[in-house]
Antibody
Framework: EVQLVESGGGLVQFGRSLRLSCVASGFTFDDYAMHWVRQAPGKGLEWVSG????????GYADSLKGRFTISRDNAKNCLYLQMNSLRREDTALYYC???????????????WGQGTMVTVSS | EIVMTQSPATLSVSPGERATLSCRAS??????LAWYQQKPGQSPRLLIY???TRATGIPARFSGSGSGTEFTLTISSLQSEDFAVYYCQQYNNWWTFGQGTKVEIK
């Protein structure tokens, strides 16, 4: 079964850091670009960051202003999101998502995890 | 950044009726557009990619059309399980989502 399982969320104070992880199974992880998407409570979806299959291409939403870093470890089938200088507006459910097409730089997301909740308190 | 604008924000439809959802891009995204369905408490599900191709397992009552800046998702005959929020997403220039259209029971 193709599956993505996120972890690492929780309650964190304003200005602190948090690292999210996403473990993949059921597919050849290193063939696919991977992404993080977040959803604030009661709000819509926001693309956060994406990384190509070989980590050569990385992108971030403009709103993050360099505070987040995406990475992956293909040997461990794992995707990461390092989040620094957290703000109240970063409070959201963070989803890990898989690109639809093998080795494609730009495509939709066909598999999503259940998400991990990040709550930033003041 | 490409801005995606969906309309209407809420669509009230009776079961069995047709639903038409719109999505507009602030600049051309060619056919690099996807549609997702999200039900309460669930993760999004890919419905349509490349503007008009149904994803695996998606019923034929879902169809997508458009290219450039104007796109439409049509649900031909709404079933009870189709009441949800729908998002469009462009992937021509990085990735951005629309704000969503909620399809509710009339």
């Amino acid at each position: 079964e193709v599956q993505l399982v996120e972890s690492g969320g929780g309650l964190v104070q304003f200005g602190r850091s948090l690292r999210l992880s996403c473990v993949a199974s059921g597919f050849t992880f290193d063939d696919y670009a991977m992404h993080w998407v977040r959803q604030a409570p009661g709000k819509g979806l926001e693309w956060v960051s994406g990384i190509s299959w070989n980590s050569d291409s990385i992108g971030y939403a403009d709103s993050l202003k360099g505070r987040f870093t995406i990475s992956r470890d293909n040997a461990k089938n794992c995707l990461y999101l390092q989040m620094n200088s957290l703000r109240r507006e970063d409070t959201a459910l963070y989803y890990c998502a898989k690109a639809r097409v093998v080795l494609s730089a730009h495509d939709g997301f066909d598999i999503w995890g259940q998400g991990t909740m990040v709550t930033v308190s003041s | 950044e490409i801005v995606m604008t969906q309309s209407p924000a809420t669509l009230s439809v009776s079961p069995g009726e047709r639903a038409t959802l719109s999505c507009r891009a602030s600049q051309s995204v060619s056919s690099n557009l996807a549609w997702y369905q999200q039900k309460p408490g669930q993760s999004p599900r890919l419905l349509i990619y490349r503007a008009s191709t149904r994803a695996t397992g998606i019923p034929a009552r879902f169809s997508g059309s458009g290219s450039g800046t104007e796109f439409t998702l049509t649900i031909s005959s709404l079933q009870s399980e189709d009441f949800a929020v729908y998002y469009c997403q462009q992937y021509n220039n990085w990735w951005t989502f629309g704000q969503g259209t909620k399809v509710e029971i009339k």
